[in-house]
């Protein structure tokens, strides 16, 4: 799949699931940042890659076949908190 097949890919997956319960099984919603990240990661990939979103909220690139040995790659960007120390 070529660059510009994934970024189309991501933008059906932003307009998509970008809210809680996108697949109607309970979903996290994917964010704003995991989706920016995966648009990098697409236009630097070279080869046959597929792209979908996951259930807990990230994205995932995979390529190959069960046989013959496959390659993933997920994607996500966890937010910072604060963590207190008394």
Known sequence: MSA???L??????EKDCMVPDWDGYNAEA??????TL??????NLTG???VS???DGTIGFDRGHIET??????????KRGTWLKE
């Open 38 to 43: 995966a648009r990098q990661i697409a236009e």
């Open 48 to 50: 046959d890659w597929d």
């Open 69 to 78: 040995g496959v390659e993933s790659i997920t994607v996500i960007v966890l």
């Open 53 to 55: 979103p996951m259930p």
């Open 4 to 6: 510009e097949k994934l």
């Open 30 to 35: 994917i964010s704003k940042d995991t989706i």
């Open 8 to 13: 189309a890919d991501i933008d059906s997956i």
